[in-house]
């Protein structure tokens, strides 16, 4: 275990329905992330939040919405989601404030197939 | 052109094999170096970090060369348990991953 949980493991969605998936670490880490993987495809960076506050979104459609209400918790809410969005939907966390010299520790992620 | 670079492989070898996978990056500012290891349907496990000196890690050793812009990875005696997608990952200003080299182990 890494310390970073998410739920659901699993989730199969309709294109009109709307869910969220969560994302908490008990590290202590300030800065938390959201990533997609889509097959032999490399890891996407979709969000980052520092100290709760968003510091960058990778040009994500607004189908996709963050939240982070403090610095342990991450969702990901969905509406109106496409096909094309199935994919393997990753959280994690680091120490500090999102600094690329540090470890990122991975939650177990998401299975998503919209439908 | 991709930030980083991996051949995907897959890499067929023995137990007891050598082998050895590089990854080239394409920012000559990147600042860090990490290898992952994500197991099929898991999520991404740090492996080890790669510094300028080279390190080593049991059966691990990975080094950076910032001149041809590249980092590698050899595992030596290689494991069954050692099957596994590798990540290069690089650090700019944020992390960029590879899509991963699949290595296979066999009896």
């Known amino acids: 275990e890494t310390g970073v949980t998410q739920t659901p493991r699993h989730l199969v969605m309709g294109m009109t329905n709307k869910k969220s998936l969560k994302c908490e670490q008990h590290?202590?880490?300030?800065?938390m992330y959201w990533y997609k993987q889509s097959a032999k495809k490399p890891l996407e960076l979709m969000f980052v939040y520092n100290f709760k506050e968003q510091t960058e979104n990778n040009s994500v459609p607004s189908r996709f919405s963050p939240e982070c209400p403090n610095s342990s918790h991450l969702f990901l809410h969905l509406h109106t989601l496409q096909p094309e969005d199935s994919a393997l939907y990753l959280c994690?966390?680091?120490?500090?404030?999102?600094?690329?010299?540090?470890?990122?520790?991975f939650g177990p992620g998401t299975r998503l197939l919209v439908l | 052109r991709k930030e980083v670079e991996q051949d995907p492989g897959p890499f067929n070898v023995p137990e007891g094999a050598t082998v050895a996978f590089n990854c080239t990056y394409s920012n000559s500012a990147s600042q860090s170096f990490f290898w992952y290891r994500q197991d099929c349907r898991k999520e991404p496990k740090l492996l080890m970090s790669?510094?300028?000196s080279g390190n080593e890690d049991g059966r691990f050793t990975a080094q950076l060369n910032r001149a041809s812009q590249y980092i590698s990875l050899l595992i030596r005696d290689s494991k069954l348990s050692d099957s596994a997608t590798y990540l290069c990952v690089v650090g700019f200003n944020k992390f960029y991953f590879g899509s991963g080299t699949k290595l296979n182990v066999k009896p």
């Open positions: 790669v510094y300028s």
């Open positions: 590290l202590g880490h300030n800065a």
């Open positions: 994690a966390s680091s120490p500090k404030s999102g600094l690329a010299s540090e470890t990122q520790y």
